[in-house]
């Protein structure tokens, strides 16, 4: 690799991971909260009058959740983030600010006052500790984060909050455009390939979820919430991998399509998409064709299917919407698996071997297996496929005394030696703990990076990374 070639290479990985941590963090405010987004579904789904089981009473519940709880759990979440139980606080102080006198949910403002009053709070917390008395840290630091908090719930109501109604007003006329103008299923163009770079979540739980909200309280139900959490475009390219792709990847499909369609773990199929990019085009064409099948029949759901299975959807489909919602995901498979299948026997050749320059280059750190007792999995939330794969490292290395746990990877913890991650994560996780042993993989199944980590650990020596 020549030194220009490899500066933009390095300036690519950059860039990627930049992003990746913007979606990261927009995510990571979200993720935690999907329960409470269900809840709200749920019991729009029931009570609603048009829904199963209309109820005057519980109804009331519904108006309330959306307006308030929800936006103050996100600011809570966000302001956690940057500053802990104290930034947790403020956040969601500041965020009743933005939340009061919006006519419309304001998750988009929780996400900027909820971070940005912890971030404050964090700077003034660097001043008072250095010109405090002893004995007074409680009063002041009470004082400091009631004072700001306060201050901040002014601001958005009289003036953060406002400015982010209208974006999110204009944001919403922009989609209601695209719908009306036939255009939406074009969206896809841009949600698949962010997919496969690990920004679904991103997209889904910071941008898309927001807008589906709003628009479910006017008609109780979104079509929004169907175009990231689709799982039809991933079942598809497993399945023209399982009957076209490389003979030594095929016996790892079946497992991969159980995770993906029926778990809900989407990020199972991005490596085999990376291994064969051109698939993302099979991506894209499967994603549209979803979205515009569900534009066709009218097909939309109450609240985010998270995670993304078949269970998730039908549990937020509403009353008189399964045909439209399962036509979406059949369609969306069918066309996916098609344009897979050409785009696999189209010009195969062999697999290109790994760059060893590269892997020379990033192999800068080792530990002693004898120091290790548990390994950190790193994804981009935390709660999906790391979760599934810190439980099967778990089985694997359990029986030499390590065990695995799973964390976002903004959040790996201080002090960590060995970290597991997708190579498309790796550079955030070397920001992150530059003093770690990152162990990238490309497969999150049967992967030879497992394989390799168990042999070491159970042989001794040293682990590299």
């Known amino acids: 690799?020549?030194?220009?070639?490899?500066?933009?290479?390095?300036?690519?990985?950059?860039?990627?991971?930049?992003?990746?941590?913007?979606?990261?963090?927009?995510?990571?405010?979200?993720?935690?909260?999907?329960?409470?987004?269900?809840?709200?579904?749920l019991i729009t789904a029931m009570f609603?009058?048009?829904?199963?089981?209309?109820?005057?009473?519980?109804?009331?519940?519904?108006?309330?959740?959306?307006?308030?709880?929800?936006?103050?759990?996100?600011?809570?979440?966000?302001?956690?983030?940057?500053?802990?139980?104290?930034?947790?606080?403020?956040?969601?102080?500041?965020?009743?600010?933005?939340?009061?006198?919006?006519?419309v949910p304001m998750f988009l403002?929780?996400?900027?006052?909820?971070?940005?009053?912890?971030?404050?709070?964090?700077?003034?917390?660097?001043?008072?500790?250095?010109?405090?008395?002893?004995?007074f840290e409680m009063l002041v630091d009470n004082f400091t984060a009631g004072i700001l908090g306060g201050a901040m719930a002014l601001a958005g109501l009289v003036g953060i909050g406002p400015v982010v109604s209208g974006l999110t007003k204009a944001a919403g006329n922009g989609v209601d455009v695209l719908v009306d103008a036939g255009l939406l299923p074009l969206v896809s163009i841009i949600v698949e390939p962010a997919k496969v770079l690990f920004l679904n979540n991103a997209i889904n739980h910071g941008v898309l979820s927001p807008l589906g909200v709003q628009q479910a309280t006017e008609s109780g139900k979104s079509i929004l919430f169907m175009i990231e959490s689709n799982p039809g475009p991933g079942l598809g390219i497993l399945l023209a991998y399982w009957f076209f792709g490389p003979r030594r990847l095929r016996p790892t499909v079946p497992g991969a399509i159980i995770v993906q369609f029926l778990g809900g773990i989407h990020e199972i199929y991005f490596p085999y998409v990376l291994m064969k990019p051109r698939l993302v085009l099979a991506a894209i064409a499967g994603g549209m064709a979803g979205v515009a099948t569900a534009m066709v029949t009218g097909a939309g759901l109450v609240a985010t299917p998270s995670p993304?299975?078949?269970?998730?959807?039908?549990?937020?489909?509403?009353?008189?919407?399964?045909?439209?919602?399962?036509?979406?995901?059949?369609?969306?498979?069918?066309?996916?698996?098609?344009?897979?299948?050409?785009?696999?026997?189209i010009g195969r050749t062999p697999e290109p071997e790994a760059d060893t320059e590269e892997e020379e280059a990033t192999a800068t750190r080792s530990v002693p297996?004898?120091?290790?007792?548990?390994?950190?999995?790193?994804?981009?939330?935390?709660?999906?496929?790391?979760?599934?794969?810190?439980?099967?490292?778990?089985?694997?290395?359990?029986?030499?005394?390590?065990?695995?746990?799973?964390?976002?990877?903004?959040?790996?913890?201080?002090?960590?030696?060995?970290?597991?991650?997708?190579?498309?994560?790796?550079?955030?996780?070397?920001?992150?703990?530059?003093?770690?042993?990152?162990?990238?993989?490309?497969?999150?199944?049967n992967d030879p990076a497992f394989d390799q980590l168990e042999a070491t650990i159970r042989d001794g020596g040293d682990i590299h990374g």
């Not at 991971?17 to 909260?33: D, E, F, I, S």
């Not at 108006?63 to 308030?68: E, K, Y």
């Not at 929780?110 to 660097?126: E, H, N, Q, R, S």
């Not at 039908?314 to 369609?331: C, E, M, N, R």
Request: charged share 10%; net charge positive; hydrophobic share 50%.
């Open 48 to 103: 609603i009058p048009t829904g199963w089981l209309p109820n005057e009473t519980l109804a009331k519940l519904v108006g309330p959740m959306i307006t308030m709880l929800l936006p103050v759990l996100i600011g809570y979440t966000g302001g956690r983030l940057v500053h802990g139980q104290r930034g947790a606080v403020v956040g969601a102080i500041a965020t009743v600010g933005v939340a009061v006198g919006s006519d």
């Open 369 to 445: 297996v004898t120091a290790i007792t548990s390994v950190v999995v790193a994804c981009d939330a935390g709660m999906g496929s790391s979760v599934m794969l810190a439980s099967q490292l778990t089985k694997r290395l359990k029986p030499y005394g390590v065990t695995a746990t799973h964390k976002p990877v903004n959040d790996i913890p201080q002090g960590t030696q060995v970290v597991v991650t997708h190579t498309n994560l790796a550079d955030r996780a070397r920001a992150v703990a530059p003093d770690a042993v990152i162990i990238p993989f490309q497969s999150f199944l």
């Open 109 to 135: 403002g929780a996400m900027i006052i909820g971070p940005l009053t912890a971030y404050l709070l964090k700077l003034v917390d660097g001043v008072s500790a250095r010109h405090t008395r002893p004995g």
């Open 1 to 41: 690799m020549t030194d220009t070639a490899q500066l933009k290479h390095l300036e690519g990985h950059g860039f990627r991971a930049r992003v990746q941590r913007l979606g990261g963090n927009l995510a990571g405010m979200v993720m935690p909260n999907i329960a409470a987004f269900i809840a709200w579904g």
């Open 308 to 345: 993304g299975s078949i269970f998730a959807y039908l549990a937020v489909t509403p009353k008189g919407g399964y045909f439209p919602v399962l036509a979406s995901i059949v369609v969306a498979a069918a066309v996916s698996f098609a344009s897979a299948a050409a785009l696999l026997r």
